[in-house]
């Protein structure tokens, strides 16, 4: 199975991308995704960006991870 976490995208640079994941931040590569920017909010595995999401879906993911996480 693979998992994917939902994060913000705080900053954008030179096809990388700074995310916060419910307040971690770290570098993922954004080159698969055009027209990224701070606000965003993005699907990420293995360190990659592979897809635009709204906020709703970021929300209703967390939800589901935090329900699970227990």
């Given at each position: 199975?693979?998992?994917?976490l939902a994060a913000r995208v705080v900053n954008v640079k030179d096809g990388t991308a700074v995310i916060d994941a419910g307040g971690a931040k770290r570098d993922v590569s954004a080159e698969l995704l055009e027209d990224l920017e701070p606000g965003d909010y993005v699907m990420v595995h293995a360190g990659v960006a592979i897809a635009k999401i709204t906020d709703d879906d970021?929300?209703?993911?967390?939800d589901i991870l935090k329900k699970h996480a227990r």
């Open positions: 199975m693979c998992v994917g970021a929300d209703e993911t967390m």
